[in-house]
T-cell receptor
Framework: QQQVKQSPQSLIVQKGGISIINCAYE??????FPWYQQFPGKGPALLIA?????SEKKEGRFTISFNKSAKQFSLHIMDSQPGDSATYFC?????????FGAGTRLTVKP | DAGVIQSPRHEVTEMGQEVTLRCKPI?????LFWYRQTMMRGLELLIY????????DSGMPEDRFSAKMPNASFSTLKIQPSEPRDSAVYFC????????????FGDGTRLSIL
């Protein structure tokens, strides 16, 4: 049972554009929603995270939007750069039981 | 400060052999997690420890898999006997304390079972 559904599987964006990745979850007990960035040959690295008491969190070019009633959250990457090309994972957690989305492979073309 | 350290980085072995993966968490982190990553199943949580005690091992696929954390600075994941379908990248992660803290991942062990 896939507890966190992520889309799209892959995304190609031009440099300077906005990258948007969406996730939906089922378990209302989840109370921590991180996004991870993974480069080839490396482990996932925490990018940004949100808790359900806020609807948006921004850190630099990265923004999480959170809709608790719809059980959806999304990552927006503004002014996308070629260095942002990586695989992005959303996740949802309850007491350290973290479930990951399937990942989105982002390619930012120069 | 050193991050999570995993060894070996790569392991190739024959079916039936015992495999031991090692992890050193970030100093001061009380929670440790083992994950498996495959193309088919993505990132799966296998087991996690808090203060060296296994809390949830429901993700461990079979009895062939076992994990230990003898002290705060070391954990092992063992597969015995190994099978080709165990081929994957295994990640260890640690976090500062209990309940929904950022998890810091190592660079993984790429395991190939022939």
């Amino acid at each position: 049972q896939q507890q966190v559904k992520q889309s799209p599987q892959s995304l190609i964006v031009q440099k300077g554009g906005i990258s948007i990745i969406n996730c939906a979850y089922e378990n209302t007990a989840f109370d921590y929603f991180p996004w991870y960035q993974q480069f080839p040959g490396k482990g996932p690295a925490l990018l940004i995270a949100i808790r359900p008491d806020v609807s948006e969190k921004k850190e630099g070019r990265f923004t999480i939007s959170f809709n608790k009633s719809a059980k959806q959250f999304s990552l927006h990457i503004m002014d996308s750069q070629p260095g942002d090309s990586a695989t992005y994972f959303c996740a949802a957690s309850n007491n350290n039981d973290m479930r990951f989305g399937a990942g989105t492979r982002l390619t930012v073309k120069p | 400060d050193a991050g999570v350290i995993q060894s070996p980085r790569h392991e190739v072995t024959e079916m039936g052999q015992e495999v031991t993966l090692r992890c050193k968490p970030i100093s001061g982190h009380n929670s440790l997690f083992w994950y498996r990553q495959t193309m088919m199943r993505g990132l799966e949580l296998l087991i996690y420890f808090n203060n060296n005690v296994p809390i949830d091992d429901s993700g461990m696929p079979e009895d062939r898999f076992s994990a230990k954390m003898p002290n705060a600075s070391f954990s092992t994941l063992k597969i015995q006997p190994s099978e080709p379908r165990d081929s994957a990248v295994y990640f260890c992660a640690s976090s500062p304390n209990w309940s929904n803290q950022p998890q810091h991942f190592g660079d993984g062990t790429r395991l190939s079972i022939l």
